[in-house]
């Protein structure tokens, strides 16, 4: 849905200085542009490429579909500034003299593995803000006037609610909303349920589910009759949850959209036995559980998005706190099922130590845990400059149980 606080953008109208102001959306809460300039057909990719690296966003008004080639061209042109810092980096470690420390090569690529990753992430934020800068605009209701443009009132509609007055948004968030929506639609395939999920705009795809398995071999506990899932998303541990006979699953997420998203997927699949609760981690006037699941975000770096909160956790607050409140929601003989991968660990950004420290100031220690390796593309992508920590990924179930059981 839209943000309670409205913002508008204006500019003027490059021949006709006419002043215009419309609704400013963003997906990822970015505000809204100072500078404004018009192009179209005739702008060529590197003039808009110069514009955009200087921080003028653009607001096409040509044909639509020349407005997403030009999109795919800004693309290609930042993946060449980047291979050209990458080979210039590369070429100054070649020309430098060799060190002791250099000669140690496991050593040296490890402290590098660290300052990788935060240049990747920099990149990814430069790359966005870039792509960022081509802008469009929509009538009430969602109406483009632009030629060959598709009908996307729809898609947005269900992405930021009903809206009557013309907006502006970036080239590139209109393609994630109608990306959403084509999610919505077709549905994420989960081969070992036999079923889809539907995700919605703004919700975290499962498009990568390895863990899945994991948690269809995990004995459940003895008794196993209430259970939670901790930041349900699309919901789909709850499902696996209900599906493998657990009477009263309590699913809780504190985005309207992940309720709203779950709320869906739990009525097509008719799981009377879930309950969704609106909550920060635990939820509140329940029984305790004879199980706790949480899939939380996997990596400790601050999210630039709402969508990047299912991926990134600053300093591991999501995870440490719901370590830390597990315990006392939990029945007796009850089992704390946490889903986590070690990339963070390959990348040093936490270590093994810091994790099962956690565990212990927690009052939970481990009664098991089962593994799976990656199967998504990225873990096999030898250009990945991540690809010796994402090849060697682990993704883990662990299971935890208080001290005293």
Same mark, same amino acid.
């Given at each position: 849905?839209?943000?309670?606080?409205?913002?508008?953008?204006?500019?003027?109208?490059?021949?006709t200085?006419?002043?215009?102001?419309?609704?400013?959306?963003?997906?990822?809460?970015?505000?809204?542009?100072?500078?404004?300039?018009?192009?179209?057909?005739?702008?060529?990719?590197?003039?808009?490429?110069?514009l955009?690296?200087?921080?003028?966003?653009m607001?096409?008004?040509?044909?639509?579909?020349?407005?997403?080639?030009?999109?795919?061209?800004?693309?290609?042109?930042?993946?060449?500034?980047?291979?050209?810092?990458?080979?210039?980096?590369?070429?100054?470690?070649?020309?430098?003299?060799?060190?002791?420390?250099?000669?140690?090569?496991?050593?040296?690529?490890?402290?590098?593995?660290?300052?990788?990753?935060h240049?990747?992430r920099? $990149?990814? #934020?430069?790359? &966005?803000r870039?792509?960022? %800068? *081509?802008? @469009?605009?929509?009538?009430?209701?969602?109406?483009?006037? /632009?030629?060959?443009?598709?009908?996307?009132?729809?898609?947005c509609?269900?992405?930021?609610?009903?809206?009557?007055?013309?907006?502006?948004?970036?080239?590139?968030?209109?393609?994630?909303?109608?990306?959403?929506?084509?999610?919505?639609?077709?549905?994420?395939?989960?081969?070992?349920?036999?079923?889809?999920?539907?995700?919605?705009?703004?919700?975290?795809?499962?498009?990568?589910?390895e863990?899945?398995?994991?948690?269809?071999?995990?004995?459940?506990?003895?008794?196993?009759?209430?259970?939670?899932?901790?930041?349900?998303?699309?919901?789909?541990?709850?499902?696996i949850l209900?599906?493998?006979?657990?009477?009263?699953?309590?699913?809780?997420?504190?985005?309207?959209? $992940?309720? #709203?998203?779950? &709320?869906?997927n739990?009525? %097509? *699949?008719? @799981?009377?036995?879930?309950?969704?609760?609106?909550?920060? /981690?635990?939820?509140?006037?329940?029984?305790?559980?004879?199980?706790?699941?949480?899939?939380?975000?996997?990596?400790?770096?601050?999210?630039?998005?709402?969508?990047?909160y299912?991926?990134?956790?600053?300093?591991?607050?999501?995870?440490?706190g719901?370590?830390?409140?597990?315990?006392?929601?939990l029945?007796?003989?009850?089992?704390?099922?946490?889903?986590?991968?070690?990339?963070?660990e390959?990348?040093q950004?936490r270590?093994?130590?810091?994790?099962?420290?956690?565990?212990a100031?927690?009052?939970?220690?481990?009664?098991?845990?089962l593994?799976?390796?990656?199967?998504?593309?990225?873990?096999?992508?030898?250009?990945?400059?991540?690809?010796?920590?994402r090849?060697?990924?682990?993704?883990?179930?662990?299971c935890?149980?208080?001290?005293?059981?």
């Amino acid at each position: 849905m839209l943000p309670t606080e409205k913002q508008y953008v204006q500019w003027f109208e490059n021949e006709t200085l006419r002043h215009r102001h419309a609704r400013w959306l963003s997906q990822s809460n970015q505000v809204p542009p100072a500078r404004i300039v018009s192009v179209d057909d005739k702008t060529t990719a590197d003039e808009a490429y110069r514009l955009a690296c200087a921080g003028t966003s653009m607001l096409w008004y040509g044909d639509f579909q020349n407005a997403r080639q030009l999109l795919q061209a800004l693309t290609r042109r930042i993946e060449r500034s980047e291979q050209r810092k990458i080979s210039k980096a590369a070429n100054k470690n070649k020309s430098a003299e060799p060190t002791a420390e250099s000669l140690v090569l496991p050593e040296v690529l490890s402290k590098r593995i660290p300052n990788l990753f935060h240049q990747q992430r920099q $990149a990814q #934020a430069q790359r &966005s803000r870039i792509l960022s %800068r *081509l802008l @469009l605009e929509l009538d009430a209701g969602y109406v483009s006037q /632009l030629r060959r443009a598709p009908d996307v009132s729809a898609a947005c509609t269900a992405a930021f609610g009903e809206l009557d007055e013309s907006c502006l948004l970036s080239f590139r968030d209109l393609q994630g909303v109608l990306g959403a929506a084509g999610w919505r639609a077709k549905g994420v395939p989960i081969e070992s349920l036999g079923l889809s999920v539907f995700p919605h705009y703004g919700v975290f795809a499962p498009t990568r589910h390895e863990y899945v398995q994991l948690l269809l071999d995990a004995p459940l506990p003895d008794a196993c009759d209430v259970a939670f899932d901790i930041g349900t998303g699309t919901g789909l541990l709850a499902i696996i949850l209900a599906q493998r006979g657990v009477q009263q699953v309590v699913a809780t997420d504190l985005n309207p959209r $992940a309720l #709203a998203c779950a &709320s869906e997927n739990f009525a %097509r *699949l008719e @799981l009377d036995a879930v309950q969704l609760q609106q909550a920060d /981690l635990f939820p509140t006037d329940a029984p305790l559980a004879n199980l706790i699941v949480c899939n939380p975000p996997w990596l400790p770096a601050k999210p630039t998005s709402p969508l990047e909160y299912a991926v990134y956790d600053a300093n591991s607050a999501m995870l440490r706190g719901f370590l830390q409140g597990a315990k006392p929601h939990l029945a007796e003989q009850g089992e704390v099922w946490l889903i986590l991968s070690d990339l963070a660990e390959h990348l040093q950004l936490r270590s093994r130590d810091e994790l099962l420290g956690w565990f212990a100031d927690a009052g939970l220690e481990v009664k098991y845990r089962l593994d799976t390796q990656p199967k998504h593309g990225r873990s096999q992508d030898t250009t990945d400059p991540l690809f010796a920590a994402r090849s060697a990924e682990i993704t883990s179930l662990w299971c935890l149980v208080p001290f005293d059981n």
